[in-house]
């Protein structure tokens, strides 16, 4: 009876998720940037995005798409915001080379003529969920010479 009781008690409490954030500073000379969230092939736990932050020191646009097919280069460490948590099951790609996908969120122009500064994406509606490489979310910006930043926040559950 104790251990029915311990089990119904263990499932009622909610795992804790566990918070990332993955940052790049490209410098783009005529191209673009490309930025890159995948789910892993097994073993994938949900990913939920809080926000991006983007910085241009050039006006630029910015275009985010979820499940192109899947990016294989190249890879960065995200950076875990305990020291006591797992590392992330995604893998994040700078210069990334995934595929096309679909685009969620369409062109948005940043206006860098005031000096650069950050603009907030609030991606707290998308997750990625279950295995596959082509479960991705991808930050891309338009071909530009300029300084680009971009840092992305996540939980993986």
Avoid: H
């Amino acid at each position: 009876m104790k251990k029915l009781l311990l089990l119904a008690i263990a499932a009622c409490i909610p795992s804790m998720a566990q918070e990332y954030v993955a940052y790049y500073t490209f410098t783009l000379a005529g191209s673009a940037g490309i930025f890159t969230i995948q789910q892993p092939a097994a073993n994938a736990k949900t990913v939920r995005f809080s926000e991006v932050y983007v910085s241009c020191s050039a006006s630029c646009t910015i275009t985010m798409e979820r499940d192109g097919s899947a990016a294989s280069t190249t890879a960065i460490t995200p950076t875990k915001l305990r020291a006591t948590y797992n590392n992330a099951t995604a893998t994040v790609f700078r210069d990334s080379n995934v595929g096309a996908g679909t685009v969620i969120q369409p062109g948005v122009f940043i206006n860098a003529s005031g000096g650069e500064s950050w603009t907030v994406f609030d991606l707290k509606s998308l997750s990625l969920i279950g295995n596959g490489t082509g479960k991705n979310v991808t930050i891309k910006t338009n071909s530009i010479t300029a300084t680009v930043r971009i840092s992305v926040k996540w939980s993986e559950q």
